[in-house]
């Protein structure tokens, strides 16, 4: 059994990117949204090969405390929006972050109450009644709504319950428009068998998002607490970390983690994917790498190499991808600044 494809008349993505620290994860020293993504860089990502922008939103940059919206915001995205139809791309509207749910609360950033409370549920769900007023008319061929990015659930049963009466409100306004559904704890592959998904709704796109390992893309990423201040030798592939370094290590949370990465390679890599290909094909769902990519801190060759064998990868499994991100930041592809591209690694995102 394969996973699904799309119909002929349904969504197009190819390869894609995401728009980070956009409209979500504003951070200081990052360009204001107005100028950050312009009709030039829709042009660009069109002549470089891309097919999709995944579009990142913040509650707190959309709305205000009071639930009131910011106009001047939702006419950026807009304006956005309208610049990939007119170019013939399509676009992933991701709720990325809500006032009741960060993805990294574990590590400091936000809180995370969307599970503990009714009303926060009740709230989650309006916002997405709210977003479906404003954009129900687009096409269906052009845009899709992603639930939300990396539900964390003690309980992946709690996040099952809270999507799956998100994806009911959405089905009485919009019953074609295509849903991204991700996996609990991150989108992660390997907890893709505990996810549940509407019965019968063939217009869904299943979601994982990718950074194996971890400890090698995540390299001195100040947002992971307990890798933060690792500073040894890093390498791919192979031995993530020499064997006799590791060994000599202290024991540490660093150190756990640095022995869960062990080994990799391509066929590591593909293996980890697994589970969630398995169940896209079990449920006959296309499925969707919505994010994959590792730091731009890394040795280069490496780092490219890491590149060159998810993109092969991503081609031999025929996976629809979006890597993370576009504007430099930390991973990307074009500097957020200066506009300088990383060509090289452009041409191995698309050509392999």
Not at 90 to 114: M, Q
Not at 170 to 184: A, D, F, Q, W, Y
Not at 282 to 294: K, N, R, S
Request: charged share 25%; net charge negative.
């Amino acid at each position: 059994m394969q996973a699904r494809d799309f119909p002929a008349d349904a969504l197009r993505l190819g390869y894609g990117v995401n728009l980070s620290h956009w409209l979500a994860q504003h951070f200081d020293g990052t360009p204001d949204a107005e100028i950050y993504f312009t009709e030039e860089d829709v042009h660009f990502l069109k002549e470089k090969g891309f097919g999709h922008v995944r579009l990142q939103i913040e509650e707190s940059e959309m709305w205000d405390a009071q639930g009131k919206p910011y106009e001047a915001k939702f006419a950026i995205l807009t304006r956005a929006m309208d610049w990939l139809q007119a170019a013939g791309m399509s676009a992933i509207l991701d709720l990325h972050i809500l006032n009741c749910h960060h993805f990294n609360a574990v590590n400091g950033e936000g809180e995370n109450t969307l599970f503990d409370k009714e009303e926060s549920v009740t709230h989650f769900i309006g916002i997405w009644e709210e977003l479906s007023q404003r954009y129900s008319h687009y096409p269906n061929d052009f845009l899709a709504y992603e639930i939300l990015n990396e539900a964390v659930a003690e309980d992946p049963e709690d996040w099952n319950r809270v999507q799956l009466a998100c994806v009911a409100a959405l089905r009485k306004l919009e019953p074609e428009r295509i849903l991204v559904l991700g996996s609990n704890r991150w989108q992660q592959p390997q907890m893709f068998p505990y996810l549940r998904v509407p019965e019968g709704d063939k217009h869904l796109l299943l979601s994982f998002h990718f950074y194996v390992p971890i400890c090698f893309t995540h390299y001195t990423a100040h947002w992971l607490n307990d890798f933060a201040n690792f500073r040894g030798p890093i390498q791919y592939p192979g031995h993530i970390v020499p064997p006799e370094f590791l060994e000599a290590l202290p024991e540490s949370p660093a150190k756990k983690l640095l022995q869960e990465c062990a080994y990799n390679d391509k066929e590591t890599l593909r293996q980890a994917m697994m589970p969630a290909i398995t169940y896209a094909k079990e449920h006959q769902l296309p499925l969707y790498c919505g994010e994959w990519g590792c730091l731009r801190v890394l040795p280069r060759e490496q780092r490219l190499q890491w590149h060159r064998d998810m993109t092969q990868i991503l081609k031999e499994e025929k996976l629809v991808n979006a890597m993370w991100e576009y504007k430099y930041h930390e991973f990307g592809i074009r500097h957020e600044h200066t506009g300088e591209t990383d060509d090289e690694l452009i041409d191995i995102i698309i050509n392999g």
